[in-house]
């Protein structure tokens, strides 16, 4: 696992005294937010909740009803040894016919309620993940600045498997371990309260033991957790990082350092979870002096002739069931925790700030010619520190614009901005006229085509890839466009042509010939505003030669903004926006600016300088 992942990893939720839990921030908010979210599914729930308590109902007088059984056999056994009678096995037959009706009755309770709830939890996870799908695409591009990749994927997978696995599990343990608690006293009062006393009395002693163990396990348990994210941690830096391992001879190394994580992991496991072994035995022991504490008294009450022997059977049943749906409701208040933290960051990403995807009375060009003005442009990527300081400029249809400057000048940032991916703090960028925020979203980012220095490629076929800039274009236009961009000999040469599969890190080719199909892709959208920053960066000079060629025939008749740190890629530009610490400090023609001899000369020489 990554350093990035290792930042969101959660642990899961686990049995009482076992792995951490994760508390939401707002528990109240939380739980009354994610019923409301669910109130489509309000008559399931109430159903599956009613089949629940009549299946733990039926459950619960089963053991009673079935202790009847053996007071009728040993009546009947006691009578056959005085000689006045014999065992009356109709009457026990009818006993147990009525328990066995009983059980089937809260079987098939259960099993109702088990499929309702996961029909609920399945088809709500659904539309979550609908939803967040959704999202996604109304996003800002500055949220995902703010969060890592790592965080935004625990959201779509980890939160909403966790969400679903919980509701599924928890929501109607909670009613029926409530219900069979109450049942169950409730049925040992009826048959006898001195014993139903001592019962009771024996949770407090089970209470302690299971805190005293939980207080020791968690701190193992997140040791454990940590220990497990680092262990994943060196096995995906051993995968993804093999061929330098290979290089440098560092096999030995890895290993050493993958065993001594490994140690640690397998000391804190071992420890989690003989802790968490202990959990049973000492709810056994403890059942146990239950056990004997009911039999003693019961037999002492039924040598009085207080109790019957079956009810003794019926109380002492119910003894060693009254533990298990407290244990069970420790665990689910743990599982709720987890599914409400789950809800509760997913409910916070649904609620991020969107960007306008539709505004009200959008502008709809007809045509474009592509003028573009900056107009007092101040922009921040935090709205304290302003890094664009009123740009303008004037872009005429047509004309070839080039940006250039040194790192961190605000030459990405400008175009980024002629895309709406981030908002102007103040002024305005204008297209044909007319404010960009007056266009719905799909119109504007229509009018352009970009190409950046990251690839954006998927896994899929090269021609899937090529086909994302035109999805209605034939395959005769892609081979076109392809030819055009100088990539179809090289296409020709891979195994099978167009149809050959990248894989998901697209690493089965080269970073040069990622950037030809990109390029490519551009030249099929056929935009009428072209935005190249860096297009030619991972291409040999040939190559780019040939690119260049390529996209002077392209960019006839088209507006075009061409960000590029090697000068001599741009010289032919009808205009050079020269930008320094995100102003533009001097513009003109490469001949023009040259003869300033100021910054861009500065620029331009000192690379020369350098290869030199």
């Known amino acids: 696992m990554s350093n990035e992942n290792r930042k969101t990893s959660r642990p899961k939720h686990g049995p009482v005294g076992g792995m951490p839990t994760e508390k939401a921030k707002d528990f109240k908010g939380s739980l009354i937010r994610l019923i409301k979210s669910m109130s489509s599914y309000h008559i ?67 099993y109702i309620e088990g499929l309702i709830m996961t029909q609920v939890s399945q088809k709500y996870t659904y539309q ?80 302690f033991l299971i805190s005293f163990v939980m207080k020791y396990s968690q701190h193992f348990f997140k040791e454990q957790q940590e220990y497990l994210a680092s262990v994943n941690g060196k096995v995906e830096e051993m995968f993804g990082s093999h061929t330098v391992v290979k290089v440098f001879n560092a096999e030995e190394k890895v290993l050493n350092d993958f065993r001594k994580e490994n140690d640690k992991l397998c000391k804190s496991a071992m420890k989690s979870q003989f802790f968490s072994g202990l959990m049973h035995p000492i709810m056994t022991f403890v059942g146990n002096i239950g056990y004997v504490l009911v039999a003693i008294i019961g037999g002492a009450f039924a040598i009085q002739g207080k109790i019957t022997i079956g009810n003794i059977q019926s109380f002492i049943s119910y003894t060693k069931n009254f533990t298990q749906p407290i244990m069970n409701f420790a665990q689910v208040s743990n599982m709720l925790q987890s599914m409400l933290a789950a809800a509760e960051r997913i409910f916070e990403f649904l609620d991020e700030e969107e960007e ?9 060009l007809t045509h474009v010619d592509g003028t573009v003005e900056f107009q007092n442009v101040h922009f921040g990527y935090n709205p304290d520190q302003i890094i664009i300081n009123d740009f303008n400029a004037s872009v005429k249809p047509g004309q070839k614009i080039a940006i250039v400057g040194p790192t961190g000048a605000g030459k990405t940032t400008m175009v980024k901005l002629l895309m709406r991916f981030y908002k102007v703090n103040s ?90 199909l990109t390029i490519a892709r551009a030249i099929l959208a056929d935009p009428k505003i072209l935005i190249l920053d860096e297009a030619t ?47 533009i400090v001097e513009q003109g023609t490469h001949e023009e600016l040259l003869a300033k001899n100021g910054f861009y000369a500065n620029l331009y020489n000192s690379q020369f300088e350098h290869v030199s």
């Not at 009673?64 to 000689?83: C, D, F, R, W």
């Not at 306008?356 to 709809?364: E, F, G, S, T, Y």
């Not at 006839?556 to 102003?583: C, P, Q, W, Y």
């Open 356 to 364: 306008a995807i539709v505004v009200d009375n959008p502008v709809k």
């Open 427 to 516: 002024g305005a960028i204008l297209v044909d006229g007319h404010n960009i925020n007056d266009f719905n979203r799909e119109d504007l980012r229509g009018i352009f085509g970009m190409v950046l220095q990251d690839t954006w490629l998927f896994s899929g076929t090269v021609m899937e890839n090529l086909r994302y800039g035109k999805l209605d274009a034939t395959d005769d236009e892609v081979i076109e466009a392809a030819k055009t961009a100088y990539v179809h000999h090289f296409i020709q040469t891979l195994p099978d042509g167009y149809q050959m599969q990248l894989n998901e890190e697209t690493s089965n080719i080269s970073g040069g010939q990622k950037q030809l």
């Open 44 to 110: 399931l729930l109430i159903a599956a909740f009613a089949f629940a308590i009549g299946s733990t109902i039926f459950s619960i007088v089963g053991p009673k009803i079935l202790g009847n059984a053996t007071t009728e056999l040993s009546n009947g056994l006691i009578n056959k040894i005085t000689g006045v009678g014999g065992i009356d096995f109709q009457a026990i037959g009818s006993i147990l016919l009525t328990v066995l009706i009983i059980y089937i009755v809260s079987a098939i309770f259960s």
């Open 537 to 583: 960066s991972s291409v040999d000079t040939r190559t780019e030669i040939l690119i260049q060629k390529a996209m002077d025939r392209l960019l006839e008749g088209r507006t075009s903004f061409i960000i590029a740190h090697r000068l001599s890629t741009i010289k032919n530009a009808d205009l050079i926006l020269v930008m320094d610490k995100g102003d």
């Open 128 to 207: 979550l993940r609908k939803k967040i799908s959704e999202k996604l695409n109304r996003l800002p591009v500055s949220y995902f600045d703010k969060k890592t990749h790592g965080e935004v994927l625990s959201i779509i997978t980890n939160d909403v498997d966790t969400l679903s696995m919980c509701l599924n599990q928890s929501a109607t343990e909670v009613i029926t371990s409530i219900v069979t608690i109450i049942g169950i006293l409730v049925m040992m009062i009826s048959i006898n309260i001195p014993m139903t006393i001592v019962a009771i009395l024996i949770l407090p002693v089970s209470i």
